[in-house]
């Protein structure tokens, strides 16, 4: 099995938190700041913890985290786009790449659930 580091969907979502991270920095509303940091910060970070795991149940289970994960992070980008925290440009493009992590999630689920 690959370690985590080696995933694309890992890199991916690990960039994506940090993009995120930079562009909330300064915003005042912490509990919006705090939500869409923490969601975004899941993903990369469940799939690391199932990577770390000792059986591919578990491993499963910590990647459907990090899917649900994703789902959270998008509905938060569409709220932030409705109240003007995140400009539309922006907001479609995290909403593509959260929507193809949460693919990629999906295929992999798919694949460690498969193995004998």
């Known amino acids: ?17 940090g993009e995120i991270y930079k562009s909330f920095s300064g915003l005042k509303d912490f509990g919006f700041r705090d939500q869409i940091t923490r969601s975004g910060l899941s993903i990369p970070s469940n799939i690391a913890e199932g990577y770390e795991r000792d ?24 709220i932030g786009m409705d109240i003007g925290y995140i400009d539309r440009k922006t ?9 193809e992590i949460s693919r990629m999630l999906h295929g992999l689920i798919r694949s460690v659930r498969a193995r004998p």
């Open 1 to 17: 099995m690959a370690q985590f580091e080696e995933l694309e969907v890992w890199k991916r979502s690990a960039r994506l938190s």
């Open 55 to 78: 059986s591919d149940k578990e491993t499963a289970n910590f990647l459907n985290y990090a899917k649900g994960s994703a789902g959270e992070l998008r509905t938060q980008i569409y």
């Open 91 to 99: 907001g479609k493009t995290w909403l593509t790449e959260a929507e």
